[in-house]
């Protein structure tokens, strides 16, 4: 398990990966599921004006309800595809970042404070030398230690925050 590279990566992409979680929160509070009649709408009228005629004439109760269901099931089959992207693309975002944030609250008060006015607020590394009075070499020492804290949480506990043990092996078949 290359757990010190993924905690690396997902260091590199926290800031991403946060505000792409933010951006989803909004879109998914924001998504209007499509109807039933829309669908109809949307199949019957495909690129016609309002007084063309519809495609279905029959007037069979039994057909009507079949088509009826159709649609409402052609409806939730498309509003489920689209709630299922964008929870898939919220899960993968999200757990990098739910990882990051718990593996920061999880180290040494002083790694934590580094970590998180680093990592967490964005700070620039000549800031955080600043705030901690640490040289260059220094900063990026404890930094290291603090990564290698962060891989030995990510290596105890994977499974809880949704990773599979594949996500976090090195990938030497592609260098093969």
Not at 48 to 54: A, H, I, L, P, S
Not at 82 to 95: L, S, W
Not at 125 to 132: Q, T, Y
Request: glycine share 4%; charged share 35%; with cysteine.
């Amino acid at each position: 398990m290359d757990s010190v590279k993924k905690v690396k990566e997902m260091l590199k992409c926290y800031p991403e990966n946060a505000k792409r979680m933010k951006e989803l929160e909004q879109e998914m509070a924001q998504f209007i599921p499509i109807t039933a009649s829309e669908v109809l709408e949307m199949l019957t009228f495909p690129g016609k004006t309002g007084d063309e005629v519809r495609v279905q004439k029959q007037r069979s109760n039994n057909r009507i309800f079949y088509i009826a269901t159709s649609y409402r099931r052609l409806a939730w089959l498309i509003n489920h595809k689209a709630e299922r992207e964008m929870t898939e693309e919220y899960e993968k975002a999200a757990k990098e970042v739910e990882f990051i944030r718990y593996a920061i609250r999880a180290l040494p008060r002083f790694y934590r404070d580094l970590m998180t006015y680093d990592i967490l607020e964005g700070r620039r590394w000549g800031e955080v030398c600043e705030r901690f009075s640490l040289s260059g070499v220094e900063f990026l020492r404890k930094k290291e230690k603090a990564i290698l804290r962060m891989a030995k949480t990510l290596e105890r506990q994977y499974q809880y925050f949704g990773f599979r043990k594949e996500e976090l092996c090195d990938d030497n078949r592609d260098n093969a």
